[in-house]
């Protein structure tokens, strides 16, 4: 039986950690078991089911420079459970720190795992300093370097390396489940009193880096050259309050819906008509995927990899383009049909199952 340890900061729902859950859950764990790593005391929305799943969740202290508190801590884990055969971090740039201090621990796999192409950290001396330190000792200390995509793993190996010796594990969905259905469609629509709309959705944290700000007055624009649309902007965040007065601002409360965190976007997935994502920047987000085995075209930010198309209704628009082009841009998919839309034959590799499968051969045998 190998000990895995998956170090994850949380497991509230989003990307990363919804993506990390997944890969567990439709893995053969036969011979595996898993310990989750989390920061700080709340509960995440994904803790039960990983549990009832046979998983164990281990709560610590957030990681704070000079991190001699974290690195304690870290200890008494390893002590407590008697070491761990394989550490698989997923926290980006403290990925450094935590197989630093695993492998003065004696760990002997270490696994970088990346999921973006930034680090959403305010630039400045220090960071770029912090940023160096923890590169640095990723690309010295790890043994494996997974990623995403290749565009997250360039950014935190570097090409070389990530070329070299770097391995994608798609960001997989379970395409039976994200299937579109037509029932959920008319049901739902009914529901929320948008049966005859044109629906734009995003489904993603209310952070700055996703730009929600920009995708309402992208809408607005929508909006006033089709009166007969609604906005779905599915998730929570510390931009929600911003967010609400921007919609409230341009007179849009009545045609744009908040139902915040949702675990049933295999279901919501099916009342949008076309999703739109202005992010800053990404890693490969996993509800693009979702959104494109349901068949929904999708209008992107410049800023996400092209590696994210699996479908041929994609367009990626620059940031510098204005509310009202990206508008136009939208509508054009207005009349598009789930049938107009399939996977490309990139697209048939991101089968959850196919993904989970992957890993668990890195896990048992390393990286061929």
């Given at each position: 039986m190998k000990k895995i340890l998956i170090v994850i900061g949380a497991l509230r729902i989003g990307g990363a950690e919804k993506i990390t859950t997944d890969f567990i859950l439709n893995m053969d764990r036969e011979g595996l078991d898993f310990y989750f790593l989390v920061f700080g005391e709340?509960?995440?929305?994904?803790?039960?089911?990983?549990?009832?799943?046979?998983?164990?969740?281990?709560?610590?202290?957030?990681?704070?420079?000079?991190?001699?508190?974290?690195?304690?801590?870290?200890?008494?884990?390893?002590?407590?459970?008697?070491?761990?055969?394989?550490?698989?971090?997923?926290?980006?740039?403290?990925?450094?720190?935590?197989?630093?201090?695993?492998?003065?621990?004696?760990?002997?796999?270490?696994?970088?795992?990346?999921?973006?192409?930034?680090?959403?950290?305010?630039?400045?001396?220090?960071?770029?300093?912090?940023?160096?330190?923890?590169?640095?000792?990723?690309?010295?200390?790890?043994?494996?370097?997974?990623?995403?995509?290749?565009?997250?793993?360039?950014?935190?190996?570097?090409?070389?390396?990530?070329?070299?010796?770097?391995?994608?594990?798609?960001?997989?969905?379970?395409?039976?489940?994200?299937?579109?259905?037509?029932?959920?469609?008319?049901?739902?629509?009914?529901?929320?009193?948008?049966?005859?709309?044109?629906?734009?959705?995003?489904?993603?944290?209310?952070?700055?880096?996703?730009?929600?700000?920009?995708?309402?007055?992208?809408f607005d624009n929508v909006n006033k050259l089709y009166p007969k649309s609604r906005l779905v902007i599915i998730g929570d965040g510390d931009q929600r309050e911003t967010i609400e007065e921007r919609i409230k601002a341009l007179n849009l409360k009545d045609k744009v819906l908040m139902p915040g965190n949702r675990n049933d976007i295999y279901l919501l997935q099916n009342m949008i008509d076309v999703t739109v994502y202005p992010s800053h920047y990404e890693g490969l987000p996993v509800a693009l995927v979702e959104a494109q085995v349901n068949g929904i075209p999708c209008v992107l930010s410049d800023a996400i990899t092209r590696e994210v198309q699996i479908s041929e209704k994609v367009q990626f628009l620059s940031l510098q383009k204005s509310a009202e082009e990206w508008a136009k841009a939208v509508l054009e998919y207005k009349d598009v049909s789930r049938a107009d839309n399939p996977l490309n034959e990139k697209g048939k590799n991101y089968d959850i199952k196919k993904s989970a499968e992957k890993l668990r051969e890195i896990y048992l045998n390393g990286i061929l």
């Open positions: 709340d509960t995440g929305e994904y803790e039960e089911i990983l549990r009832y799943n046979g998983c164990k969740i281990i709560h610590i202290s957030p990681p704070a420079p000079p991190y001699l508190k974290y690195a304690a801590e870290l200890k008494e884990v390893w002590n407590k459970y008697n070491g761990f055969d394989i550490v698989h971090t997923h926290t980006l740039l403290n990925n450094g720190i935590n197989i630093y201090i695993f492998k003065k621990l004696g760990c002997k796999r270490l696994i970088s795992h990346s999921h973006s192409t930034s680090s959403n950290r305010s630039p400045g001396f220090v960071m770029n300093v912090y940023e160096k330190m923890m590169k640095k000792m990723i690309r010295k200390y790890a043994t494996d370097y997974l990623a995403c995509g290749v565009a997250a793993g360039e950014y935190l190996y570097g090409k070389e390396l990530f070329d070299n010796y770097g391995t994608v594990i798609n960001n997989g969905v379970d395409f039976e489940k994200f299937c579109f259905d037509k029932e959920a469609r008319e049901s739902l629509r009914q529901k929320y009193d948008i049966k005859d709309m044109f629906v734009i959705g995003m489904i993603a944290r209310l952070t700055k880096v996703k730009n929600h700000t920009f995708l309402i007055d992208v």
